[in-house]
């Protein structure tokens, strides 16, 4: 089965990983790198490509032992041995049905403490319902001492990661990433050679290599002890989960890998769409979920995925989008919401844009960052503070967030997804992607595009003098689009988590 290329410089870069994969099939550190997964890969690589400049590793051999000296704490924080014990309890009784990887923070409990699943609760709810034994493992990615606090005073089945790891598996992932290698093929052209060890490099010394490795043990443990018939994760092909696909496979009783895709598949997201390189040896689930017939179509058009390996489940994350009411069109525009992604290289121009084009003007900018990255962490990057129109919103719920506003600019985030499934008209501002950094690639019709700050002036004009008809028909066409791409979360549609 053929595979659409990605736009260039995308589509050879994969395809050189993909080779460089088929020469480290049984080479477990390959797997347990970024490098191999495409991931986090546009910082270093367009720099590269545009200036020849090379990826420069942070650090030595010092910084990797002080991250692990980090790593050290957080398994004493995170893994006590009152969690522990627990955990030997839930074992006790018997291996579970279904075993759900989830990724935890505060956002996983709500304001009165109470445990809320931000990826999963809907499908909890569905088990419980039907009273199918589950259990869950975390991954924590932010607030650690109160995600342990959280953790210690649980009585449900949710064990973080770090329970199945021990300081023995530390010692041995730091020797681990130290002594990593894999193989380049020979005839690579220009400098590839020296980026692509520089990047290994980087993951050497800056813990990654090793965080990982500890993940691949925790893993082995985890799945001797536990014996899960099932195991389902958010899936986004991180090289977390492909040592986890590595160590099921391998187990003496291998359960069932299903992946939940969650989230927008963007183009310039290389992880998400393995090579034909690696089509028959990339370490993937069984299946893969998708929110909807729209992002299966497109990780189909653009991945190497095994024939039957996706299918549309249920926008699990999104259960909200179908119950708010849409926002009539007011004909004008007074106040725009501005959400940032978790990614910096992409916020700072996005914010150096959007200031140009509203400093000093009447217009009210409502901005709104990723959990994991703060907007005054951000501003303090950028060099210049927000302007007196602008008003930070971080820990606002993204429903507040967006009723408000009357418009939405967005580069590379869900959130334009949210605002058209409300009628909010969207603007992608551009900052050198194109269409691979847009999730609405497919729908120039949907929304307007700028990639200057006059730009954006333009197409706002352009919304504002625009015929209401016009704007309701946009409008409606981008709702049924989103309900393609996002499934309703209903019986019906959360079954396939049980059976896929």
């Known amino acids: 089965m053929s595979v659409k290329p990605l736009p260039e410089p995308f589509e050879a870069y994969r395809s050189m990983i993909g080779n460089i994969a088929r020469l480290n099939v049984d080479n477990p550190a390959w797997w347990a790198s970024d490098l191999a997964a495409r991931a986090n890969e546009l910082p270093h690589l367009l720099p590269f490509l545009e200036s020849g400049k090379m990826p420069q590793p942070e650090g030595d051999r010092r910084t990797l032992l002080q991250h692990a000296a980090a790593q050290a704490h957080r398994l004493r924080l995170l893994a006590p041995a009152a969690l522990r014990r627990r955990l030997h309890r839930c074992q006790a009784e018997g291996p579970c049905d279904l075993l759900l990887f989830t990724y935890l923070d505060k956002r996983g409990w709500d304001d009165h403490g109470k445990r809320r699943d931000p990826y999963w609760q809907p499908l909890l709810d569905y088990l419980d319902a039907r009273k199918v034994r589950w259990a869950q493992v975390a991954i924590t990615v932010a607030d650690e001492h109160l995600v342990a606090a959280r953790l210690a005073a649980e009585s449900g089945p949710i064990f973080p990661i770090e329970a199945f790891m021990t300081h023995g598996d530390l010692l041995r992932a730091v020797a681990g990433a130290l002594a990593a290698r894999f193989t380049l093929p020979d005839g690579l052209a220009d400098e590839w050679p ?204 993204m429903g507040p967030f967006l009723a408000r506003a009357d418009l939405l600019l967005y580069s590379e985030t869900t959130v334009c997804m949210e605002a058209l499934a409300l009628g909010i008209p969207v603007i992608y501002l551009d900052i050198g992607f194109g269409a691979a950094g847009d999730p609405l690639f497919q729908c120039p019709h949907l929304k307007w595009q700028a990639d200057s700050a006059s730009a954006i002036r333009d197409a706002l004009h352009a919304i504002e003098t625009r015929e209401p008809a016009a704007i309701a028909s946009s409008i409606e066409q981008g709702m049924a689009y989103i309900s393609s791409y996002f499934r309703a979360v209903c019986d019906e549609n959360l079954q396939p988590y049980l059976e896929a």
């Open 194 to 397: 020296e980026y692509l060890l520089n990047r290994w490099h980087q993951e050497q010394v800056n813990g990654l290599l090793m965080r990982h490795l500890m993940y691949q043990r925790a893993f082995v443990r985890l799945l001797r002890q536990q014996s899960p018939r099932r195991l389902l994760w958010p899936w986004e092909n991180h090289p977390w989960e492909r040592l986890l696909c590595l160590a099921a496979r391998r187990s003496e009783h291998p359960p069932r890998l299903v992946g939940a895709q969650h989230t927008t598949v963007l183009l310039n997201q290389l992880r998400f769409f393995p090579p034909a390189e690696e089509r028959g040896i990339a370490p993937l689930p069984d299946c893969i979920l998708t929110t909807g017939e729209r992002s299966r179509d497109i990780l189909a058009d653009y991945g190497a995925f095994p024939e039957g390996c996706l299918r549309p489940g249920a926008a699990i994350r999104f259960q909200n989008l179908r119950q708010l009411p849409a926002k009539p069109w007011s004909g004008s525009v007074q106040r725009l919401a501005l959400p940032l992604t978790i990614d910096l290289s992409t916020n700072l121009p996005v914010l150096r844009m959007a200031i140009e084009a509203f400093a000093g003007t009447t217009y009210q900018v409502d901005v709104k960052a990723h959990p994991a990255l703060p907007t005054a962490q951000q501003v303090a990057s950028l060099g210049q503070p927000l302007p007196d129109n602008f008003t930070i919103r971080d820990g606002e719920a």
